[in-house]
């Protein structure tokens, strides 16, 4: 038997946390033959509903659930962990200033990114999901210099799943057969869904779906509006917001990153941009990705028109702002 994965999820107690679990537990992420122990970090004031998660955890007795550590101690959360997903941070409330919620979440993933530095498993993979995502894994890295920047992503899994729910429905066809939609950037509402090389499976071989679509008004106008803003539709539907899709994609980040992305699928993950397609280098910015032996590589070499190219510089422009805020809150 497979020694067990200790996953790391913190924000445990939240909306996010509640569906992510079970997921992990039952072997969504890491496979139906790994073993699991989970670490679930949150902070004092949840800690009582922490336990309850923990309570339910054990009630579900799920086979592949090796232990739960369920605690408000960070270092005792981050301890030999070989994934960490992070879903805990201070939300946007109404009437904060942009600056004060990022000084919050800097201050949280600066002192997180020592924890996991000093305690984390050698190799420990993670998972940004608690918004602001691209720039709190940037804060990460910046203050974990130990871990491999290679190993620090944000999700914009969700906004790719997303995209291929969207054309999916518009054509009418299974989302299983549609793939290599692109997130480019930032997860925020200047993400640029991109569809320029989706294909759909055929009886022989694949369609694009531009083709298919056949509409580029549709594909440039309103495609692009529901998938940027479709994070607000459910907040307005469920007045709570998206979890357990939310959920769903952190599972499907880390099982593609570490078991790899099927032989000619890309998917989309925040990463360290090292310049490719003209990105700032130094910005944790989205781009199709595949993944092998528990690395991902940015696909290159795909080709970039002019309206694709305004909007990749658009929220470039915009992740390069969040960074110089993030910054200032430093000092
Ligand atoms: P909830 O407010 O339900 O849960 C957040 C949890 O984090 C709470 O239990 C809170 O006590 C805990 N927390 C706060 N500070 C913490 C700290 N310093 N250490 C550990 N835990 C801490 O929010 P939920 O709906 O679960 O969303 C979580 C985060 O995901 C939010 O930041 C949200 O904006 C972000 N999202 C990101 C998405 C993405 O695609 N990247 C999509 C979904 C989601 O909106």
Redesign the pocket.
């Known amino acids: 038997a497979k020694d067990p994965v200790r996953v790391l999820v ?8 509640y569906a992510l679990v079970p997921m992990i537990a039952r072997g969504v992420m890491l496979g139906p033959d790994q073993p699991v122990i989970l670490h679930l ?3 004092p ?2 800690a009582e ?1 922490l336990n309850g998660v923990k309570m339910e955890l054990i009630d579900a007795a799920f086979p592949l659930l090796k232990g739960v550590v369920a605690t408000t101690d ?1 270092i005792e959360a981050c301890t030999g962990v070989n994934i960490a997903v992070m ?5 946007r409330k109404e009437g904060m200033e942009r600056k004060d919620v990022m000084s919050k979440n800097v201050s ?1 993933y600066k002192s ?1 990114a020592s924890a996991l530095e000093q305690h984390a498993a050698a190799g420990c993979k993670v998972l940004v ?3 602001p ?1 691209n720039t709190n894994a940037l804060i990460l890295k910046e203050f974990a210099p130990s871990i491999p920047e290679k190993n620090i992503t ?3 899994r ?2 790719h799943n997303r995209a291929l729910g969207q054309i999916s429905e518009r054509l009418n066809v299974q989302v299983s057969d549609v793939k290599n939609v692109i997130i480019w950037g930032n ?1 925020s509402s200047t993400q640029y869904p991109d569809v320029s090389h989706a294909t759909v499976k055929a009886q022989h071989g694949e369609n694009h779906v531009r083709e298919l679509v056949a509409d580029d008004e549709w594909l440039r106008g309103e495609f692009i509006t529901t998938v940027q803003q479709r ?1 607000a539709a459910i907040i307005k539907a469920r007045k ?4 357990l899709s ?1 959920a769903s ?1 952190a599972c499907d980040h880390i099982r593609d990153w570490v078991l790899g992305t099927p032989e000619g699928t890309w998917v989309s993950m925040g990463v360290y941009s090292d310049g490719s397609y003209n990105v700032p280098a130094g910005l944790i910015y989205s781009f199709p990705v595949t993944c092998r032996d528990g690395e991902w590589s940015i696909v290159q070499g795909l080709s970039i028109d002019e309206f694709s190219r305004k909007k990749l510089d658009a929220t470039a422009q915009e992740l390069s702002e969040e960074k110089a805020l993030a910054y200032s809150c430093l000092s």
């Open positions: 913190t924000g445990a107690a939240g909306q996010i946390g970090l949150d902070i004031p949840a509903a960070v879903v805990g941070g201070f939300p949280i997180q999901v608690a918004n995502a944000c999700l914009t969700l906004d997860h994070g709570l917001s998206s979890a939310a994609s």
